[in-house]
């Protein structure tokens, strides 16, 4: 679908220059002299590398739609995640490149959401949070204060975090699988 150049926004997918990028940045520029144009920053889906464009008011741009289904997480073959769609019941395998460094994360039964453009797949999201346990950390020190201290952990699938001091060995947490921060104790 064709859309205005000054209707691109932050998280938008466009086809441009025969590749398909994600839309990082956005701003409107309206300079003294001149017409107004939007100045875009936009990341290769494939490759990560990042362009900026100028996109003018009259120029057109290729707006991509994607298809996105939930799939179950059923297990990892060796180096192949296999996931099966909620809708029919197909399975499909992915590399660990597919999937993505949130991969650490899968559990058996997650529902995730991949995303498919011509068949091909994009991206594969896990939930925001999931919930895991520490099981290497240093012991607390007495004196330390909670304020803005946090020390090294080590989660049960291998993944190194900080966490605030009171966390120790077996304690079950809540962690944001984009940028691998600690966001609770696990209730």
Excluded: C
């Excluded at 362009?51 to 739609?65: C, P, Q, T």
């Excluded at 997650?110 to 011509?118: A, D, G, P, Q, T």
């Amino acid at each position: 679908m064709k859309i205005d150049g000054n209707a691109v926004r932050i998280g938008m997918l466009l086809e441009h220059k025969s590749r398909l990028w994600s839309v990082v940045k956005a701003q409107h520029v309206k300079p003294g002299k001149g017409g107004a144009y939007m100045q875009v920053e936009l990341k290769d889906i494939k490759s990560g590398s990042k362009l900026n464009e100028r996109f003018r008011a009259g120029e057109s741009v290729e707006r991509i739609h994607l298809d996105e289904n939930e799939f179950q997480f059923l297990y990892k073959d060796g180096v192949n995640f296999i996931f099966m769609n909620n809708g029919n019941f197909e399975q499909i395998s992915l590399s660990e490149d597919q999937v993505g460094p949130s991969a650490a994360y899968l559990k058996e039964n997650m529902n995730v959401l991949i995303s498919f453009y011509e068949g091909e797949v994009i991206s594969v999201a896990l939930p925001d949070t999931v919930v895991m346990e520490v099981v290497e950390t240093e012991p607390v020190v007495k004196g330390q204060t909670a304020a803005s201290s946090y020390k090294p952990a080590v989660l049960d699938n291998g993944v190194r975090i900080m966490v605030p001091p009171h966390i120790e060995i077996g304690t079950k947490v809540v962690v944001n699988t984009n940028d691998d921060s600690y966001v609770e104790r696990a209730k």
